[in-house]
């Protein structure tokens, strides 16, 4: 069994931050993903509702999954009949549920979106009582904390961090710790949305503690202008150096994104234009994609090319799962390795 390296140095004040590399694969390696998924409602033209199941990280897992990592899901549901179809689905798409716990009592959360003919989306929700929300007040608790700390990469988001309340929250931050100790590797994707904090210093704080935790971050302009008025490319390319995070996607509001790499800043445009049918889950499917070509030995340029051509696939179909059989080819045979004769 491969040994994991120890946690780097701490870099002097203004000088390189240090890399800590992706590395491929193997076997018994895994993306850990932490968060939520709820009930989905879809308005759609006629006035109907159509059901479905969604969430952030959950959909990001999904993506991991198809293509080609292995991906463990942390998550509370309830004991009803939507948790059994959301686990039977997740099963089938090839993402772990072991440290899927379960609340007698609860139902998932649920949320409704509505789609303008543009494609972007008005989303209301029904959470307050989401299971997920007790996932670090359980008896259950201390064996997802070890989980995590033994995980090779922990995906979690801005919305992850809403979930909890301030205590839960610092348990989860010394689980991020305690993984980073052991040479696990914290991504993190800025993902925010005002309405999941009732107090918007506390969710200023909260993200940049994640930050000085995160190896790599997924940082959308747009997310942070909402945050906290830090509302160029620029300003938040500064803030991610501040934090020290060696490796960052910042997305932009335009099409494209710039790639941070040590000291190094690359753009990376789009591949095409795509009119979007619908913009949910362009950023968890771009994720997905970034992260299974940075472990499958990508550079990070290459990798943001495939979370584009991925993301721009599904923002061509209804809801946050597309198709299988919609999977763009060619990120799928990227991360194929060649056979060996």
């Known amino acids: 069994m491969t040994q994991r390296s120890g946690p780097p140095p701490a870099s002097p004040k203004g000088t390189k931050p240090i890399l800590r590399e992706m590395t491929p694969p193997t076997p018994a390696a895994q993306v850990t993903c932490v968060g939520e998924c709820m009930i989905e409602l879809r308005e759609r033209q006629d006035g109907l509702l159509s059901r479905g199941f969604g969430g952030d990280t959950l959909n990001t897992a999904i993506y991991l999954a198809r293509l080609g990592i292995a991906v463990e899901y942390v998550t509370a549901l309830g004991d009803d009949a939507h948790s059994e179809d959301m686990l039977r689905a997740w099963k089938e798409e090839g993402v772990g549920t072991e440290l899927v716990l379960r609340l007698p009592g609860y139902l998932p959360g649920l949320y409704m979106i509505q789609t303008d003919t543009t494609g972007e989306r008005r989303f209301s929700y029904w959470r307050d009582r989401s299971p997920v929300r007790r996932l670090f007040d359980l008896p259950e608790t201390p064996h997802i904390e070890a989980a995590l700390a033994a995980s090779n990469v922990i995906y979690l988001s801005g919305i992850t961090l809403s979930l909890f309340h301030h205590a839960a929250r610092e348990q989860l931050f010394v689980t991020l710790e305690a993984a980073r100790a052991q040479g696990g590797r914290v991504v993190f994707d800025s993902n925010f949305r005002p309405r999941g904090w009732h107090d918007p210093e506390e969710a200023r704080a909260s993200f ?5 935790l995160s190896d790599t971050v997924l940082a959308g302009v747009e997310d942070f202008a909402l945050l906290d008025g830090e509302g160029s490319a620029k300003a938040l390319i500064a803030r991610l150096r501040r934090a020290g995070v060696a490796e960052a996607v910042v997305k932009l509001q335009e099409p494209g994104c710039i790639v941070l790499h040590g000291m190094v800043e690359t753009p990376v445009p789009q591949p095409e234009v795509v009119t979007p049918r619908d913009t949910t889950a362009a950023g968890d499917s771009f994720a997905a994609a970034f992260l299974a070509a940075r472990l499958s030995g990508l550079p990070p340029e290459a990798a943001a090319c495939a979370g584009h051509r991925l993301a721009n696939a599904v923002i061509r179909h209804p809801g946050a799962i597309i198709p299988r059989d919609a ?15």
Request: net charge neutral.
């Open 208 to 212: 940049q503690r994640t930050l000085s």
């Open 327 to 341: 999977m763009p080819i060619d990120v799928l045979r990227l991360l194929t390795p060649p056979e060996t004769t």
